[in-house]
T-cell receptor, first 109, second 114 residues
Framework: GQNIDQPTEMTATEGAIVQINCTYQTSGFNGLFWYQQHAGEAPTFLSYNVLDGLEEKGRFSSFLSRSKGYSYLLLKELQMKDSASYLCAGFDSNYQLIWGAGTKLIIKP | TAGITQAPTSQILAAGRSMTLRCTQDMRHNAMYWYRQDLGLGLRLIHYSNTAGTTGKGEVPDGYSVSRANTDDFPLTLASAVPSQTSVYFC?????????????FGEGSRLTVL
């Protein structure tokens, strides 16, 4: 089966660093996505990890460990505009994308 | 660049009525998807289409139907709406046939069934 688990809500301070974790259990693996979704808006793509390791894109980095069924999204130099929900998604054995419920990130000044 | 356009943005519908949510993309993407998003739950796939002329059932297809007559359009129809279909509906597309990369989402259609 497929389960995508991520924390419901996190709070961080402007200028700081925050790590959002995502764990998954799946009988098949074909990569893991991270999306950002501002309130009332559509999700937008952040990253897609297929291989183990860290991929960096500016202030955002995404890490994957396939053996541990674990990924995280690292956000550096937090800005108020980073307040959003962050969605983790992975594939099930039927190659369908399964989404976590999202982590609501609240940035405080 | 328009990307994916959904209509209507918001709708209130009486239970038992039918409704079609429209989705049009101008990126010539092969695959298109319909998701619903409910508070506390992840996006759930309703139906998908890997290429024009084909459709498939997702995780929660009951009460919904789709068609894919051409590459650009992928309407979602609720034949007889029920209150449990109150949700935000997102249409999405991806370039390849299936999940080969980034999904592009429309702005969503908020549907309330009373």
């Amino acid at each position: 089966g497929q389960n995508i688990d991520q924390p419901t809500e996190m709070t961080a301070t402007e200028g700081a660093i925050v790590q959002i974790n995502c764990t998954y259990q799946t009988s098949g693996f074909n990569g893991l996505f991270w999306y950002q979704q501002h309130a009332g808006e559509a999700p937008t793509f952040l990253s897609y990890n297929v291989l183990d390791g860290l991929e960096e894109k500016g202030r955002f980095s995404s890490f994957l460990s396939r053996s541990k069924g674990y990924s995280y999204l690292l956000l550096k130099e937090l800005q108020m505009k980073d307040s959003a929900s962050y969605l983790c998604a992975g594939f099930d054995s039927n190659y369908q994308l399964i989404w976590g419920a999202g982590t609501k990130l609240i940035i405080k000044p | 660049t328009a990307g994916i356009t959904q209509a209507p943005t918001s709708q209130i519908l009486a239970a038992g009525r039918s409704m079609t949510l429209r989705c049009t993309q101008d990126m010539r993407h092969n695959a298109m998807y319909w998701y619903r998003q409910d508070l506390g739950l992840g996006l759930r796939l309703i139906h998908y289409s890997n290429t024009a002329g084909t459709t498939g059932k997702g995780e929660v297809p009951d009460g919904y139907s789709v068609s894919r007559a051409n590459t650009d359009d992928f309407p979602l129809t609720l034949a007889s709406a029920v209150p449990s279909q109150t949700s935000v509906y997102f249409c999405a597309s991806s370039e390849g046939q299936g999940y080969t990369g980034e999904l592009f989402f429309g702005e969503g259609s908020r549907l309330t069934v009373l």
